[in-house]
């Protein structure tokens, strides 16, 4: 890769680690527990992201195939999260 690209890549991980600080602290000081599971599907969106730049880094693609897994586990904790606050589980 240029060194434009890796330079880029650096940059939009290190704004992503940021992100997921600043959301890691909502995380822990949010009062409510919707703020919470909002917070935890923003941490693992992050997170997918930050594999995705991983995978792409290594030249990986093993890591891309854990991202889909991952992915679809948290979107199935928080509609359950989702369900269990509407009382409907």
Do not use: C, H, W
């Amino acid at each position: 890769m240029s060194d434009i690209v890796l330079t880029l890549l650096y940059i939009a991980g290190g704004v992503m680690l940021l992100a997921l600080v600043l959301t890691f602290v909502r995380f822990i000081i949010g009062p409510t527990l919707v703020d919470r599971t909002i917070a935890f599907d923003v941490l693992t969106v992050g997170s997918l992201g930050l594999m995705a730049l991983i995978a792409i880094f290594e030249n990986r693609q093993i890591y891309l195939d854990v991202n889909i897994i991952y992915g679809l586990l948290s979107f199935i904790a928080v509609v359950v999260v989702g369900k269990y606050l509407r009382k409907s589980l």
